[in-house]
């Protein structure tokens, strides 16, 4: 069965560093693009960004977030990572990777078929 299992998370201080992996099983990778989402509590579940598998190319769901978070893959090991950098409190939230339909990466919880269970990521002081 599909499996997408987050891991890394964590309490950071502000302006620190964490890196996010999603580890898949259960189907081919490289047919797929991932994505990575967000929820704060009491907010609606968001894009970050998202990975294709065929071209490698990237979605981020804003300059923002572009400017301090990484996404990567490696289809060898079916992982796909989330390095974040110059973290700041707004960014704590529960985050989730996803798989989407196809290859093609959105910023749309709708594009999505399968999620990971989520993994917290606290920043405070």
């Known amino acids: 069965q599909v499996q997408l299992v987050e891991s890394g998370g964590g309490l950071v201080q502000p302006g620190g560093s964490l890196r996010l992996s999603c580890a898949a099983s259960?189907?081919?990778?490289?047919?797929?693009?991932i994505g990575w989402f967000r929820q704060a509590p009491g907010k609606e579940r968001e894009g970050v960004s998202c990975v294709s598998s065929s071209d490698g190319s990237t979605y981020y769901a804003d300059s923002d977030v572009k400017g301090r978070f990484t996404i990567s893959r490696d289809n060898a090991k079916n992982t796909v990572y989330l390095q974040m950098n110059s973290l700041k409190p707004e960014d704590t939230a529960v985050y989730y990777c996803a798989r989407t339909l196809n290859d093609f990466c959105s910023g749309s919880t709708y594009e999505y078929d399968y999620w990971g269970q989520g993994t917290q990521v606290t920043v405070s002081s």
């Open positions: 259960g189907f081919r990778f490289d047919y797929y693009a």
